[in-house]
């Protein structure tokens, strides 16, 4: 037997326990994991730094340096979400609905774990800690399988966190990791029907696009984000500039910072100079159509505009850089149509003060969380009031949008009588 | 471009239509769809005759033909189920949750339809009319792919129905299906991502297990029911033999029957013969565990039994017939962990005075129907009170157990503001 199938039946004999600890028991043991995190900090830094000291010799972008690398911390940020998941309510046991059927049948539809969870990352260590309290919490068992870049530091954060937990009373195999490197341990992964509950890739969307492609376990798909802010003709002129500026600047590596700006073309004259003045200083590369090309031309910015015209692939892109596309649209209509052709629905903002034309997008646009007068970087389950954050689900069965405990949650109808038989 | 792209780009702009007609509209044009099946019979008939006779030249199992078969009864039961969905309550714009965040972002998350539903089934024409029905009630475009057997059938409901609806003000291309009978064109209709938003597999074990492996686009499993019946040994013994018979012999073809009957061991001399001389008349074929073998040897049936000794391929199989496996087991431990290791996780009850039992039983078995002291044959949307049944989910994400109208809907968040940028 592979490594990886006596790995998911191990899991899968550790979710029956799991599924049916009591919620003080697991919140204990998220507290545990925690202690345990910062008690074995050293270890767990010594780890991390041949895998550090590894990648630099490999010659590794330093960005993903930084995502790999950890310090103290970083590791009390993780131990401190651990603890924060341990305060929030119970997501199992909720009986979601409930009646007495027409026979006297007492019916009550309970949440309960999903039972597998997997996970596919690269090499972000932190994602070990998440994954293993957010499973924790929702009473699933994990199965981890990380990138190569940071196997070390995933090995040993899984040895620390899986014996807390045992120690803490939950189940062996309540939390295992796959740490062989090869590509074939993760594709035998992505086929063991009947074992994996679920696999959620965290990553690049390349990482999810292969994911989906190969799987045959269920997949939840989270991510890319080709997010649009439309600027109607009615919009105050006031919110424009801040807005562009926090959806394209705060965090632009982010799935919610927004990739293209639409604007009424016979608005294009007032708003596109707001906008462009605004994000130059910070170095935006804008891809224009014509007649935004043509205005930004005649504008003085400091330091001088990275202005190229936009070409049909533009529309579909995710630069996740400081980079933006900007078109003109005759109105609302096209607006509304331009998104839902080259959006890849995770979240969309239109500015108006119009009524109508708020009605009309909030109600047309087809996308995880749709705003009118607000930036996008709000989509997130901690700003939208779930507490902790699977990710942010772009496809629409199961979950869509910012995904809370719920989404690592099913549910079952249990249903008791006195000898009904049907008619 | 194919066929099979070219309609679901179709749908997909149908979709976009769809999704925001009212309710009023939507039930007009369902009414409509019912009258245009009951105007056009005779054409209807007519075709359903020419496979008919066609799939007897075949050679065709007279049950297959049976299903394929319409006459003017299923063609007025198909128009009622449309009557009855057009009166139910509407399942779209539902807000399910609502606050305002704390920096007076207000959020509403509202229920809204999936987008291109896609339908792939065998030779019941009724599921055409049943399709076109369900994903009109909710607001989805909806592709079908009837098997080859009832092709003409198929053809001529998905034209009167797709016609009628266009005439009541449904978008063009609202309801299609796939004409060619080629293998080619379902596989190709499987890997459509980003243009089919569902593909439900409707009929055998081996359609949905072939559709799950193959299919790229995300699938609702339905179906499959290896369901037990555990009798404990505080079972009450008046309603041990009318459950048995209930949901092993009311409809041995469906999957929320029963295939397997577990009994605690110290009651097996107490219950077996109960159980087995009720369901002998019927023509039950039991497979035995030694022990039950042994008893059911000295008991006086008439017929004379159908008794073979069980094999461990007997614990797993769905027989949908007069069929059953039956075992002893030293108690609920065991009765939990067998059917746990067996079952495909449908419909399982146990029958039992005991109160622990019972609780520890609905607890910890892991099936998307849990029942005390009832038959498992209620496992349906109709009985459980959902409305209009689009199939019984056996997977855990997105939907488990019966679906209802919902099955067909996601959410979507809506946020409006006034300016505010993340900090």
Redesign the interface.
């Known amino acids: 037997m592979s490594v990886v199938l006596q790995k998911a039946q191990q899991a899968k004999a550790a979710a029956?326990a799991m599924?049916?600890l009591a919620a003080t028991m697991r919140n204990d043991a998220l507290l545990a994991l925690a202690d345990a995190l910062e008690h074995e900090q050293a270890y767990l830094l010594t780890e991390n730094e041949l895998d550090v000291k590894d990648a630099r010799e490999k010659g590794t972008d330093e960005a993903l340096v930084d995502r790999l690398m950890l310090d103290s911390g970083r590791i009390a940020g993780m131990a401190d979400a651990l603890r924060t998941l341990a305060r929030q309510s119970d997501p199992l046991g909720t009986v979601t609905e409930g009646?007495t059927?027409y026979?006297g049948?007492r019916?009550r539809r309970v949440r309960?774990p999903?039972?597998v969870v997997a996970m596919i990352y690269e090499a972000r260590p932190n994602v070990t800690a998440d994954a293993a309290g957010l499973t924790l919490k929702t009473g699933n068992a994990c199965l981890l399988r990380g990138g190569s870049l940071a196997s070390r530091s995933n090995i040993s954060l899984t040895r620390v966190l899986a014996e807390a937990g045992i120690k803490a009373g939950l189940p062996e195999h309540w939390l295992q990791s796959i740490e062989t490197t090869d590509r074939e341990a993760t594709y035998e992964l992505m086929q063991l029907?009947g074992l994996i509950?679920?696999l959620i890739p965290r990553g690049s969307a390349s990482l999810i696009a292969s994911t989906?492609?190969q799987a045959?376990v269920?997949v939840?798909e989270t991510g890319e984000g080709n997010c649009h802010l439309y600027v109607h003709k009615d919009a105050?002129p006031?919110?424009i500039a801040?807005?562009a500026?926090?959806?394209k600047t705060?965090r632009p590596g982010v799935c919610n910072a927004i990739e293209s700006i639409l604007i009424d073309e016979v608005a294009a004259e007032r708003f596109a100079p707001l906008i462009i003045e605004a994000l130059a200083p910070y170095g935006v590369v804008f891809h224009a159509d014509s007649t935004i090309y043509a205005l930004a031309q005649g504008l003085d910015t400091k330091p001088s505009l990275k202005l190229t015209p936009a070409n049909e692939d533009d529309w579909g892109r995710e630069y996740l850089a400081l980079e933006i596309s900007m078109k003109c649209v005759s109105g609302v209509d096209e607006a509304i149509q331009h998104i839902?052709a080259y959006s890849t629905h995770h979240s969309e903002s239109i500015l108006s003060r119009d009524y109508e034309a708020?009605s009309r997008f909030?109600?047309?646009v087809?996308?995880?969380?749709?705003?009118?007068?607000?930036?996008t970087?709000?989509?997130d389950g901690g700003?939208?009031?779930l507490g902790a954050e699977i990710g942010i689900a772009t496809?629409?069965?199961?979950a869509?949008?910012?995904m809370g405990l719920e989404a690592l949650t099913?549910?079952?109808?249990?249903?008791?009588?006195?000898?009904?038989?049907?008619a």
């Open positions: 029956q599924a049916h009646r059927l026979n049948i019916l309960v999903l039972g029907r509950d679920v989906v492609e045959k269920p939840i105050d006031a919110i801040p807005i500026v926090n959806a705060q839902n708020v909030l109600e047309e087809d996308s995880a969380a749709v705003y009118a007068n607000a930036s970087r709000f989509t700003e939208f009031g496809q629409k069965l199961h869509r949008g910012p099913s549910t079952k109808f249990l249903l008791e009588g006195d000898g009904q038989i049907r």
